[in-house]
T-cell receptor
Framework: EAQVTQNPRYLITVTGKKLTVTCSQN?????MSWYRQDPGLGLRQIYY???????DKGDVPEGYKVSRKEKRNFPLILESPSPNQTSLYFC???????????FGQGTRLTVV | AQSVTQLDSHVSVSEGTPVLLRCNYS??????LFWYVQHPNKGLQLLLK??????LVKGINGFEAEFKKSETSFHLTKPSAHMSDAAEYFC????????????FGSGTQLTVLP
């Protein structure tokens, strides 16, 4: 089954404790992105990747890192999480930059 | 630059009545436009997409949208609402040829009353 898989689905952590949210897709898609969803703001892009070893900042990259060492994986790293990073995070993949995006189920992160 | 404005943050309709969710976009180039739906505690699912073919686009679950370039609009409609349509809906624009992915509107929460 074609899918984007995020882990974990739920995470509560403390300020400053490094964490990684994993994302994997099995559709051989070139493009992958991370978004955060906050009430009233829709989804905002954090980082995107056009291919292996090619990543770039989205609209709200501060406090986040990503890597794309393999085509199927695109982890999101929070080196020192802060409470303002409490949000719902989605990973997405697509064949191209303006084609249908497939989304993971989301990761609800709470930083206390 | 591109942007999307969803004109209503909340819409309530009665079951069996028409649905209209409004979306205006701004883009310097020919955009690709999408509507996604998000049910509670679920990921996002594509409803329909416009990519410069027919201006009237039909999607899943009886939804459709019409691309009107002169009005820079891409409103989502459905003739008859069902209880299962209650969800949040996002209008999304993608700049043709851009390396970036998608720009989302702020969302419209649809409530369907019995």
């Amino acid at each position: 089954e074609a899918q984007v898989t995020q882990n974990p689905r739920y995470l509560i952590t403390v300020t400053g404790k490094k964490l990684t949210v994993t994302c994997s897709q099995n559709m051989n898609h070139e493009y992958m992105s991370w978004y955060r969803q906050d009430p009233g703001l829709g989804l905002r892009q954090i980082y995107y990747s056009m291919n292996v070893e090619v990543t770039d900042k989205g609209d709200v990259p501060e406090g986040y890192k990503v890597s794309r060492k393999e085509k199927r994986n695109f982890p999101l790293i929070l080196e020192s999480p802060s409470p303002n990073q409490t949000s719902l995070y989605f990973c997405a993949s697509s064949l191209g930059s303006n084609t249908e995006a497939f989304f993971g189920q989301g990761t609800r992160l709470t930083v206390v | 630059a591109q942007s999307v404005t969803q004109l209503d943050s909340h819409v309530s309709v009665s079951e069996g009545t028409p649905v209209l969710l409004r979306c205006n976009y701004s883009s310097s180039y020919s955009p690709s436009l999408f509507w996604y739906v998000q049910h509670p505690n679920k990921g996002l699912q594509l409803l329909l997409k416009y990519t410069s073919a027919a201006t009237l686009v039909k999607g899943i679950n009886g939804f459709e949208a019409e691309f009107k370039k002169s009005e820079t609009s891409f409103h989502l409609t459905k003739p008859s609402a069902h209880m299962s349509d209650a969800a949040e809906y996002f209008c999304v624009v993608s700049l043709s040829g851009s390396a970036r992915q998608l720009t989302f509107g702020s969302g419209t929460q649809l409530t369907v009353l019995p």
